[in-house]
């Protein structure tokens, strides 16, 4: 096997715990949902865009977003839930874009489906806008090259995987994820770079974004 | 009590390395938690098991208790009551006797924490003491329908806080300071939760003439008209018309509740000449609820009204398949159709029961699912994670918080 090329600046691993801050803001209608949507804080959507990938990491594939959910199993909107869930966030690099993608989308559903502004939330059900304060700390684990990042990739909570995949592009406007842009600057492999940034990240759960993450990089150390 | 390097083999060492991560930030301040009882109820139940284990993490934690005495105890009884939205005749002479009270423990209580913690409304007027540290107000009532006399008294308290916390979001209401979600948790290692050999549940259900040749349902609650038992026996019977099962409703009544008897009585009346049908009055046993949780097939929680409803997360992490009632922190820790099945009637409850019976392999991954969402979610791990980042909140304003 050749020796491994040593990075220039190593890769030191973070994580990234989330709390939930209560809004006190809640819709009961689609059109109050749509009304929302446009005026709460970003973090709010993202909150509500990104909460189930982390809560219900053993749901596979595809776990929807709360908005998708709240509108089909309280609502009984099928249509637009599906609509909802299909957004592809991987097109958005901001949350501004993806809040303004979510808002057309349903209120485009509510002028076809004018009805649909009728329904009620049941007393209890209603939907309750909630924020996600992040919290980015350094982790000990620092990398200077592939075999050490596939070691720290294998133990490494998955709440560091999803800041460095997820919250580094989306959140904090990065161009790509952080594994990329060090795989591709720091140890110059643009190829493995963009493999990594290739795959949406979004129809896996976390655990098997770990093990598909482990794979790509074995394979490349392999050749 | 467990030390935290035994949660390891649970939740893995990255967590735990994580918590010690937060308990270095948080080196130097002294967290002083405040409540009203050393023993009994849920909120000293959980103190008890945390305060350790933050110390553990290197947290300076400590916990104070304030003084009450009967009179003052009766209206705070009363005032849960009334945020519980329950009918209650409070007084003018009820809130004499809250600030008199109030006004001894403001004497007497040294509030020398960086960080002032208070539990529920009993200590809440403590705040008045505020002096340039921080101050959080931990809300363990469902407070979705307060009685608006009670709250509007409590809320000339509560805006004097740094944060509140409350348990749910519905709980939560339009305040002048931030609030926080933070849900209570089940500890995987308490006696009502760790692992058991098949010869203790064996033997349990010997004990209680318990025999397994067909399927066990189970509801284990207080006998307690919000945990509707009357109405799990009519979902039962609607089941028993289809499925040859039995039903066990196990739990204990408060010994300050003298309609629990009442309560008993009629489920007793409702359950008559049913050989299916075992009512277990039991003392707090916590092996032995343990013990009938896994020997069961479906677990049931058809509260009418929750607090958090924390037997759903205990039934989950012992990936049984469970169908609750949609109410309080119960959403919270089942998601329809992934990780249990929600209800609103007794013919939901039924059916649902029903569903799972008759499809094991749906039943199995709806309980495999709920561990999974259990383990994530609902431990003391992330509980002691949550209250970490809760009190480095409190000096950080920003909603991307780089602790570099």
New interface residues.
């Given amino acids: 096997m050749p020796e491994l090329a040593k990075a220039k600046e190593p890769f030191r691993f973070c994580?990234r715990?989330?709390?939930?801050?209560?809004?006190?803001l809640?819709a009961t209608t689609l059109g109050q949902l749509a009304a929302f949507i446009k005026e709460v804080?970003?973090?709010c959507i993202y909150h509500h865009t990104h909460r189930f990938l982390?809560?219900?990491?053993?749901?596979s594939p595809e776990p929807p977003n709360d908005f998708a959910?709240w509108v089909s199993?309280t609502l009984g909107e099928d249509e637009l839930g599906e609509k909802l869930v299909s957004i592809d966030t991987m097109q958005y690099s901001t949350i501004r874009e993806l809040r303004e993608k979510i808002s057309v989308t349903i209120e485009d559903y509510l002028r076809l489906n004018p009805l649909a502004k009728l329904k009620f939330a049941r007393n209890?059900?209603?939907f309750?806008f909630?924020?996600?304060?992040?919290?980015?700390?350094?982790?000990?684990y620092v990398v200077y090259d592939l075999a050490g990042f596939i070691e720290v990739l294998r133990?490494?909570?998955i709440?560091?995987i999803y800041f460095h995949i997820f919250e580094a592009r989306l959140?904090?406007e990065k161009a790509t994820n952080d594994f990329s842009y060090w795989i591709e600057n720091s140890l110059g492999d643009k190829e493995l770079a963009d493999r990594i940034s290739g795959f949406d990240p979004y129809t896996c759960t976390l655990e098997d974004l770990r093990n598909r993450l482990i794979q790509i990089v074995e394979k490349r150390i392999s050749v | 009590m467990a030390k935290i390097d035994e949660y390891i083999p649970l939740v893995g060492q990255a967590v735990i390395d994580d918590l010690r991560l937060l308990g270095e930030r948080l080196k130097g301040k002294v967290i002083q938690h405040i409540n009203s009882t050393p023993v009994g109820g849920g909120v000293a139940e959980i103190l008890n098991r945390m305060v350790p284990l933050l110390v553990e993490l290197g947290v300076d934690a400590k916990w104070d208790v304030i003084k009450g005495g009967e009179q003052f105890f009766g209206v705070t009884k009363r005032f849960h009551n009334a945020l519980h939205g329950r009918p209650e005749e409070i007084t003018r002479r009820d809130f004499e006797i809250f600030m008199e009270t109030s006004q001894r423990n403001i004497g007497e209580v040294n509030t020398y924490g960086d960080i002032v913690f208070v539990h529920d409304p009993q200590p809440i007027a403590l705040v008045k003491k505020k002096d340039g540290n921080k101050w959080l107000w931990r809300c363990h009532i469902d407070v979705s329908e307060p009685d608006v006399r009670v709250w509007a008294f409590l809320m000339d308290f509560i805006a004097k806080f740094d944060s509140a916390v409350f348990s749910a979001p519905s709980f939560s209401r339009k305040l002048p300071i931030r609030q926080f979600l933070i849900s209570p948790s089940i500890d995987p290692l308490s006696d009502k939760n760790k692992e058991l050999p098949p010869e203790t549940i064996n033997a349990v259900l010997r004990k209680y003439d318990i025999k397994k040749d067909k399927p066990i349902i189970i509801q284990v609650s207080r006998f307690d008209r919000l945990k509707d038992p009357v109405g799990v026996i009519e979902a039962f019977l609607q089941v028993r018309r289809y499925v040859d099962c039995q039903l066990i409703l196990a739990g204990g009544t408060a010994e300050d509740d003298p309609e629990g008897f009442k309560v008993l009585d009629e489920v007793r009346e409702k359950a008559r000449n049913n050989p299916d049908i075992h009512i277990l009055l039991l003392p707090q046993n916590d092996i032995e609820i343990n013990a009938l949780q896994r020997a069961s097939d479906v677990i049931i929680q058809k509260s009418i009204r929750e607090g958090f409803g924390l037997t759903v997360s205990e039934a989950l992490w012992k990936a049984k398949p469970v169908v609750a009632s949609n109410v309080g922190g119960i959403p919270l820790q089942i998601k329809h159709k992934y990780s249990g099945l929600l209800c609103h009637s007794v013919e939901g409850a039924s059916f649902a029961i029903k569903q799972l019976l008759s499809s094991p392999e749906y039943a199995k991954k709806l309980g495999e699912n709920g561990r999974e969402h259990i383990k994530n979610n609902f431990l003391i791990t992330r509980h002691l994670r949550d209250y970490m980042l809760l009190f480095l909140s409190l000096y950080h304003p920003e909603d991307v918080v780089q602790l570099y």
């Fill in positions: 994580t715990l989330h709390l939930s801050e209560l809004t006190g809640r804080p970003g973090s982390q809560q219900h990491q053993y749901l959910y199993e209890g059900e209603e309750h909630i924020k996600s304060v992040s919290f980015v700390l350094p982790t000990n133990k490494i909570t709440d560091s959140r904090l």
